[in-house]
């Protein structure tokens, strides 16, 4: 068991690495002395990425501008940090992740249900003529 938990949290801290999380000990959270495999941030944004997926699942409205709206919330947080106006906390980094991924990821949803449905109106369309 503790092999497969290693192995696992190895292959999500790889996937972390390419995919641009800077996996900082201060800006990640530990579980029992160990530090997560991705930032706070990363994170939040794998658990909105994963709620995103589940209200589409379950058909849960949420459009096009909220979910603009809610990556602004993570990109504000960033902003402000990076500037130096306001220090972000893991917990705030965290909670605008979920924020971020939630919305990013619900436009990509959006993106391809909008694609699939053209493609498929006008297949149905040149079917009919």
């Known amino acids: ?10 292959k999500i801290r790889i ?3 390419k995919s641009g999380c800077h996996q900082l000990p201060e800006r990640s959270f530990f579980i029992k002395g160990y530090q997560v495999p991705v ?3 990363c994170t939040g944004v794998l658990i909105g990425q994963t709620a ?7 058909k849960i409205p949420l459009s096009f501008t909220s979910s603009l709206i809610l990556i602004g919330i993570m990109g504000v947080d960033w902003f402000i ?5 306001k220090p972000s906390t893991n917990i705030r980094r965290f909670y605008t ?3 971020g991924g939630l919305g990013l990821f619900r436009i990509y949803i959006l993106i391809v249900k909008h694609i699939t449905h053209k ?3 006008k297949k149905e369309t040149n079917d009919n003529e």
């Open 97 to 99: 992740g979920i924020c």
């Open 15 to 17: 996937l972390g690495n």
């Open 39 to 41: 930032c706070a941030r």
């Open 119 to 121: 493609l498929f109106t």
């Open 81 to 85: 940090q990076t500037i130096n106006i």
């Open 1 to 10: 068991m503790q092999r497969l938990r290693s192995y696992v949290l190895e």
């Open 52 to 58: 995103a997926i589940v209200i589409s699942i379950l």
